[in-house]
């Protein structure tokens, strides 16, 4: 079955600076790669994600890239805010709608 | 973008009692996944389930401590049977489509007494 992990599983980071958050994942046919972000006492939200035809996606601070051949897809936060503090998840799906989630990564903007 | 209403949102029960979480959606999804979660942990599948067959479980856990019921594209539960002290936790259903993403629900919190 898919495996997928993520790394770091903690990152502290000065607002302003940039997080970022890598992710591989096993099983080539997955073509869907979701992030998500979890408040504390929340349910995890998506904030962005790639589908496998692709290489890089924006959305204004938040970017996310997908390297195929190699089976790993990264998050980057730019200029990052306090309110983005918060747990984030990377996700693989595949054909069958099956997903895997990583570990997490618990990410602390400092002021 | 799918709409999943999880209950209750928390509940303290009695050891060697059972929990059943309800999760309805407001469209049809082709799977849906059961999470266990400490806050600010990782998210645990507990088990795959899907319409008209039995649920699919990970490793360490069981049918029979963590029964799941799928009856239609709309709306699944969990039970927690048996329940002891270490069965606390943040419960979290989720619901996947052919052309979307994963969608959770609020998750119900369990304590375990």
């Known amino acids: 079955g898919e495996n997928v992990e993520q790394h770091p599983s903690t990152l502290s980071v000065q607002e302003g600076d940039s997080a970022v958050i890598k992710c591989t994942y096993s099983?080539?046919?997955?073509?869907?790669f979701p992030w998500y972000k979890q408040e504390l006492g929340k349910r995890p939200q998506l904030i962005i994600d790639?589908?496998?035809?692709?290489g890089e996606k924006k959305d204004q601070r938040i970017a996310v890239t997908l390297n195929k051949t190699a089976k790993h897809f990264s998050l980057h936060i730019t200029e990052t805010q306090p309110e983005d503090s918060a747990v984030y998840f990377c996700a693989a799906k595949w054909d069958n709608n099956d997903m895997r989630f990583g570990a997490g990564t618990r990410l602390t903007v400092k002021p | 973008s799918a709409v999943i209403s999880q209950k209750p949102s928390r509940d303290i029960c009695q050891r060697g009692t059972s929990l059943t979480i309800q999760c309805q959606v407001d469209?049809?999804?082709?799977?849906m996944f059961w999470y266990r979660q400490q806050p600010g942990q990782s998210l645990t599948l507990i088990a795959t389930?899907?319409?008209?067959?039995?649920?699919?479980?990970e490793s360490g856990f069981v049918i029979d401590k963590f029964p799941i019921s799928r009856p239609n594209l709309t709306f699944s539960t969990l039970t927690v049977s048996n329940m002891s002290p270490e069965d606390s936790s943040i419960y979290l259903c989720?619901?996947?489509?052919?052309?979307?993403?994963?969608?959770f629900g609020q998750g119900t919190r369990l304590t375990v007494v």
């Open positions: 469209s049809q999804v082709t799977m």
């Open positions: 790639i589908r496998s035809n692709v």
């Open positions: 389930a899907n319409q008209g067959s039995e649920a699919t479980y």
């Open positions: 099983d080539s046919a997955s073509n869907y």
């Open positions: 989720s619901g996947v489509t052919y052309a979307t993403e994963a969608f």
